[in-house]
């Protein structure tokens, strides 16, 4: 199935802002549900942003407000903005189809760190 590249990650100072990028090796037009997990150390990876056909996005209480998750179709791409971040969420963050979620299947991720 399709294939999935995270980037964008990096150190950032509490209160600043990241925008990782998800990239397709195909046509994501079809997958209906496109997510971005986080796993902090000690933590059970999580799923932070969800973006699904026809339905609302939805977000993990502990995002909403900060982090906003989009599509660009033309681009094979999905995005993560995250604003106003917060050393609670330093974490690999991973983007995932739910078909690849439910079979195990994740990319390399790409990690997060926030200072305070």
């Known amino acids: 199935q399709v294939q999935l590249v995270e980037s964008g990650g990096g150190l950032v100072q509490a209160g600043g802002s990241l925008r990782l990028s998800c990239a397709a090796s195909?046509?994501?037009?079809?997958?209906?549900?496109m997510g971005w997990y986080r796993q902090a150390p000690g933590k059970q990876r999580e799923l932070v942003a969800q973006?699904?056909?026809?339905?609302?996005?939805y977000y993990a209480d502990s995002v909403k407000g900060r982090f906003t998750i989009s599509r660009d179709n033309a681009k094979n791409t999905v995005y993560l903005q995250m604003n106003s971040l917060k050393p609670e969420d330093t974490a690999v963050y991973y983007c995932?189809?739910?078909?690849?979620?439910?079979?195990?299947?994740w990319g390399q991720g790409t990690q997060v760190t926030v200072s305070s």
């Open positions: 995932n189809t739910r078909s690849s979620w439910f079979r195990g299947s």
């Open positions: 195909g046509s994501i037009f079809n997958i209906v549900a």
């Open positions: 973006s699904t056909t026809g339905s609302s996005n």
